[in-house]
């Protein structure tokens, strides 16, 4: 049995529902506008990426929060202060924008999409790893990094894994790896998860 590597990555995309192909897909979506200045926050690669009503997105909080996920944030483009373009793994927030520009974010925005994600606690035993099997949990660490890797600390909450709570934004479909390669003991079980409450699956908009 090996020991797990605790390092969190955010959301990292695995297959689809049914096991499909993953074909990594990617939409893009403002997150500044020549008339709108964008989010004051960063969104790092892995962080979930919420609607606003301004038409733009954002990053959202630690936990998930309490509105509907948009997806999932792979990379993002935008013109620096000095008016050079750059591609990048993470979103660096208005103050490294020029102004009256556009900012656009990709995001992994299929509704079935399968996550993968580490755990951010150790669990007790093999037993209660398979009884989070089917059960909804949220969010942690979400929009922040370590280092300058510009990658989220984001993990599933342990702690609120088991929940039958319906605003929870995930629902673990399964563990990654067999038991015999895990030691459910340590933190950073990777978990397979979708987003609970997908926004393109809400017939509410905003």
């Excluded at 689809?16 to 008339?35: D, E, F, I, M």
């Excluded at 909804?136 to 890797?149: K, P, Q």
Aim: proline fraction near 4%; charge should be negative; aromatic fraction near 8%.
């Amino acid at each position: 049995m090996a020991s797990n590597l605790d390092a969190p990555f955010g959301l990292r995309p695995y297959n689809l529902l049914g096991s499909a192909p993953n074909n990594s897909g990617l939409t893009p979506y403002k997150v500044q506008v020549s008339a709108t200045a964008g989010s004051s926050s960063l969104i790092y690669q892995g962080d979930m990426v919420i609607p606003l009503t301004n038409g733009l997105v954002d990053v959202a909080a630690a936990d998930g929060g309490s509105v509907a996920i948009l997806g999932v944030m792979a990379g993002c483009s935008y013109i620096d202060l000095t008016g050079k373009p750059v591609y990048t793994n993470y979103y660096p927030g208005t103050s490294v924008l020029k102004s009256s520009t556009e900012a656009t974010v990709f995001v992994y925005d299929n509704p079935f999409q399968v996550y993968e994600i580490q755990g951010d606690a150790s669990l007790t035993n093999i037993a209660t790893a398979q009884a989070l099997v089917h059960a909804n949990a949220e969010g942690a660490g979400f929009g922040s990094t370590t280092g300058s890797s510009n990658i989220s600390t984001g993990e599933i909450s342990v702690a609120s894994a088991g929940a039958t709570t319906a605003t929870d934004h995930f629902r673990v479909i399964g563990i990654k790896d067999s038991f015999n390669d895990i030691d459910v003991a340590s933190a950073g079980v990777r978990f397979l998860v979708r987003l609970n409450l997908p926004f393109h699956l809400d017939s509410t908009g905003l």
